[in-house]
């Protein structure tokens, strides 16, 4: 079975940084795109970033560009998310998604916590 | 880039059907989207790909009491026989070249 396991989380001040990772196993997780998708509480879900299964092609949301940078370790079947410069409106659930051949999201992590607060 | 748009709430009663409807904006109207649900306190589930021709594929172990349709630029999913379990948020999603997008989801209610 498919499986996605996010860490990271975390309890952070304003301005300051945090990296998530994801683990994923049942899969082959060279072959497959990948995204990050958060949710902030109470809220809808809302795309993070993109990475190809080769991590060449890279596209952020608006709402992260130049602050967030993801990436992958296809060796240790491993995600990443380095969060930077990070703002009270960050704080939200941050689940790891995989990416179907077909462009849309066919398996989800159970998520990790990020909270943005002095 | 493509838009999504979903009714904020729906209701149903036990064992009854219910038809959610997600909307494309006119522009990507041919786009396929996915459905996904999202029961209280748990993360998302993939329920289904759903093309603009109405052919739907359900991810695995997904019932098929789920299934999907569509029409121009709309995008339902349909949920037979409505269980308790049933109630959840449905979100669609779509994407395109350098983003992704979510609607912002229908609250189920099962009364």
């Known amino acids: 079975d498919v499986l996605l396991v996010e860490s990271g989380g975390g309890l952070v001040q304003p301005g300051g940084s945090l990296r998530l990772s994801c683990v994923a196993s049942?899969?082959?997780?060279?072959?497959?795109?990948m995204s990050w998708v958060r949710q902030a509480p109470g809220k809808g879900l809302e795309w993070v970033s993109y990475?190809?299964?080769?991590?060449?092609?890279?596209y952020y949301a608006d709402s992260v560009k130049g602050r967030f940078t993801i990436s992958r370790d296809n060796a240790k079947n491993s995600l990443y998310l380095q969060m930077n410069s990070l703002r009270a409106e960050d704080t939200a659930l941050y689940y790891c998604?995989?990416?179907?051949?077909?462009?849309?999201?066919?398996?989800w992590g159970q998520g990790t916590l990020v909270t943005v607060s002095s | 880039q493509p838009v999504l748009t979903q009714s904020s709430s729906a209701s149903a009663s036990l064992g009854s059907s219910v038809k959610l409807t997600c909307t494309l904006n006119?522009?990507?109207?041919?786009?396929?989207i996915a459905w996904h649900q999202q029961q209280p306190g748990k993360a998302p589930r993939y329920l289904m790909k759903l093309e603009g021709s109405g052919s739907y594929n359900r991810g695995s172990g997904v019932p098929d009491r789920f299934s999907g349709s569509s029409s121009g630029a709309d995008r339902y999913l349909t949920i037979s026989n409505l269980q308790s379990e049933d109630e959840a948020d449905y979100y669609c999603e779509t994407w395109d070249i350098n983003t992704r997008l979510f609607g912002g989801g229908t609250k189920l209610t099962v009364l």
């Open positions: 006119s522009r990507h109207s041919t786009y396929i």
């Open positions: 998604a995989r990416v179907a051949d077909a462009g849309h999201i066919d398996h």
């Open positions: 049942g899969f082959t997780f060279r072959s497959y795109e």
């Open positions: 990475i190809s299964s080769s991590g060449s092609t890279i």
